[in-house]
């Protein structure tokens, strides 16, 4: 019974993390304000879920390093380091939220720093999504018709994101070749956030095949 709730709760948490993460990303929907008080949400529900997975921490140098371990323990580690950086970054910004924290950091630095970390979190995120989707979906088992007609739908929204990945330049925030951010304040909201999932997805999806090539290999390997 006890395990069952801490899955609850560890699913609840996960699902906030996912939600605010993509109201981040939709910074000329939600205003500046607003968005500081999501990050500061995002901040302490992270924390959360931090201290839910802590036993993650005292297992890094016990046991085995399989090949998923070992792409996992990498993508945490740099997802935990990028979102910490947009943290710290964003709250150097800070005018409205924790405006004392104004000019932790260099201003200028901050805000490069901040919108890069902020797009390789949300690259992250959805990475770090797909490396634990095939577990979670493992007692699906859709009939070959149902398989096919998802794995064309899953393609379709996959190939959009990184449609959209490419046409919003997301690629030059992430290496600094874009300095400052390029809104678009007359999309509409809804749009902005479906292209947001999207793009999400297709990370996520990455993320499943990665693991399906490595369970791959692994049983070429044996046989």
């Not at 899955?7 to 607003?34: H, K, P, W």
């Not at 921490?57 to 399989?66: D, I």
């Not at 749009?191 to 996520?204: S, T």
């Amino acid at each position: 019974m006890a395990d069952t709730k801490n899955n609850r709760v560890r699913l609840a948490v996960d699902i906030s993390m996912t939600v605010l993460l993509l109201c981040l990303m939709a910074y000329q929907v939600t205003g500046e304000a607003f968005h500081e008080w999501l990050g500061i949400s995002m901040t302490v529900v992270l924390i959360v879920h931090n201290i839910l997975n802590r036993k993650w921490y005292s297992s890094l140098f016990k046991g085995r390093y399989t090949a998923y371990r070992v792409v996992s323990t990498i993508v945490n580690t740099l997802l935990l380091a990028s979102i910490a950086l947009t943290a710290v970054c964003g709250i150097s910004m800070s005018s409205h939220a924790v405006p004392f924290m104004y000019g932790l950091l260099p201003i200028a630095f901050a805000r490069q720093f901040h919108l890069s970390m902020s797009f390789w979190s949300f690259i992250l995120m959805g990475y770090h999504l797909g490396l634990h989707l095939p577990a979670m979906t493992a007692k699906v088992k859709p009939s070959k018709a149902v398989k096919i007609i998802l794995n064309v739908i899953f393609f379709f929204i996959a190939g959009t994101g990184l449609c959209m990945f490419l046409k919003n330049g997301i690629s030059g925030y992430i290496f600094f070749r874009t300095p400052f951010a390029m809104f678009d304040y007359d999309k509409a909201g809804i749009i902005v956030f479906l292209e947001n999932v999207a793009v999400l997805f297709f990370f996520a999806f990455a993320g499943a095949n990665t693991v399906r090539l490595i369970k791959a290999a692994g049983a070429k390997q044996k046989r």
